[in-house]
């Protein structure tokens, strides 16, 4: 493959895959190579770069190099899954390790470190990421070795103030570290807000068809904390497969005209929803009304992102009928893909949610968001 070439804005680089040409036939779109072995040279060394499946495959290279340009990092890695990368991050460190994670946050990871927790295997407390005192009274100087955040954060779109974050996190000489799976790099990149680690799902908007599972961390720059997760993907081999790489590759081409229709749906559907009279709140980053709006109007560029979420009036019990009464929306899990997503999350997140009983989680996709809100609004009205 012709190497990539990263010096072109986003939309760009994503379109023609930093550049990447197959130099056997001059394809535009890349081979898929799926061989989990590769000739050594007659010297003995592997100069094309590649000896063993289990260390990268081409097309997984390729992602990660477009990954590490998009986020302005020095190197990533790419996983099985988002939580096969978030996962690795926090398995890093050593046994017993003090971390500072947000309460409102993707619900598998919260439950995973509770758990951690639980075993000793971390020491974790859980604060208000949009309180910058009660994070800093979290932080303990010199011992806590990782401040993680989400932002927006599943499933109320909690803002965090990366830049603020990140300057508490480097004051007690912990590593800063965003799961940046909502936003994307296309609306904020951390790393220029002082992140060390970028962490996404690839399941949802980079892929953005719901036909991949993939996960990627990106990390600012080439350290001994990075050269020990790339010691726990090699060893433990949760790298992403070629033919995934190769879907993956395929839907992130279009991540800049698929998020820029969302971020402008979801703004339609938010503004139109809000003060619905079924509706108690309607939660979106880019509504006025909303709690982390100036920061996230700072913060992210070009939009606010696909996801928002409404509380129905009538609690758990309207919001599943209103769930259950849509006709265009599908009642799935995920995020982030064409096809609109409605989830009532608290049924999903269980007992220690932050969700209220009558909140729905909406993804909105590439339908015309006119047919989307007047799915929504019919079945609010036949349920309330
Ligand atoms: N982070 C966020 C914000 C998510 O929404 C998810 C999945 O829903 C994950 C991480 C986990 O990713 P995966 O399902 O690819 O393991």
Request: with cysteine.
């Amino acid at each position: 493959m012709a190497s990539p070439s990263h010096s072109v804005r986003p939309a760009t680089l994503l379109a023609q895959l930093a550049g990447a040409i197959d130099e056997a036939t001059g394809g535009l779109v890349p081979a898929l190579q799926a061989s989990t072995t590769f000739l050594r040279d007659p010297d003995n060394r592997y100069r094309r770069g590649f000896d063993y499946g289990r260390d990268a495959n081409p097309l997984t290279r390729l992602f990660e190099s477009v990954l590490a340009a998009l986020e302005g990092g020095a190197a990533a890695r790419a996983f099985a899954s988002g939580m096969a990368a978030m996962t690795a991050v926090l398995r890093t460190l050593p046994e017993g390790a003090h971390v500072v994670a947000p309460r409102v946050m993707y619900w598998g990871l919260r439950k995973w470190l509770q758990k951690a927790a639980a075993r000793n295997r971390l020491c974790v407390d859980f604060v208000p990421i949009d309180d910058l005192d009660a994070v800093r009274a979290a932080l303990r100087p010199g011992v806590t070795q990782l401040l993680w955040v989400e932002t927006p954060a599943n499933p109320t779109w909690v803002v965090a103030d990366l830049a603020a974050l990140a300057e508490l996190a480097h004051w007690a000489g912990a590593r800063f570290v965003v799961d940046n799976t909502v936003p994307t790099p296309l609306l904020t990149r951390p790393i220029a807000f002082g992140a060390d680690l970028v962490v996404h799902s690839a399941t949802k908007y980079l892929n953005g068809h719901s036909d991949v599972v993939a996960g990627v961390v990106v990390t600012a720059r080439e350290d001994e904390f990075w050269a020990e997760l790339c010691r726990i993907r090699h060893d433990e081999g949760a790298i992403l497969g070629p033919f995934e790489a190769w879907l993956l590759l395929r839907g992130l081409r279009t991540l800049a005209v698929r998020l820029a229709r969302q971020c402008a749906s979801a703004l339609q559907l938010a503004a139109a929803l809000e003060g619905h009279p079924a509706l108690a709140r309607v939660l979106y980053p880019g509504l006025a009304s909303h709690k982390g709006h100036t920061i996230a109007a700072r913060q992210m560029q070009g939009g606010f992102g696909g996801m928002l979420s409404i509380v129905v009036r009538g609690g758990a019990e309207a919001a599943i009928a209103a769930a259950a009464a849509v006709r265009i929306w599908k009642r799935a899990t995920s995020l982030g893909g064409v096809e609109s997503l409605i989830e009532h999350r608290a049924s999903i997140e269980g007992e220690d949610s932050p969700a209220p009983p009558g909140l729905l989680r909406l993804s909105v996709g590439l339908e015309d968001w006119r047919d989307l809100l007047a799915d929504l609004e019919g079945a609010l009205a036949r349920t309330g």
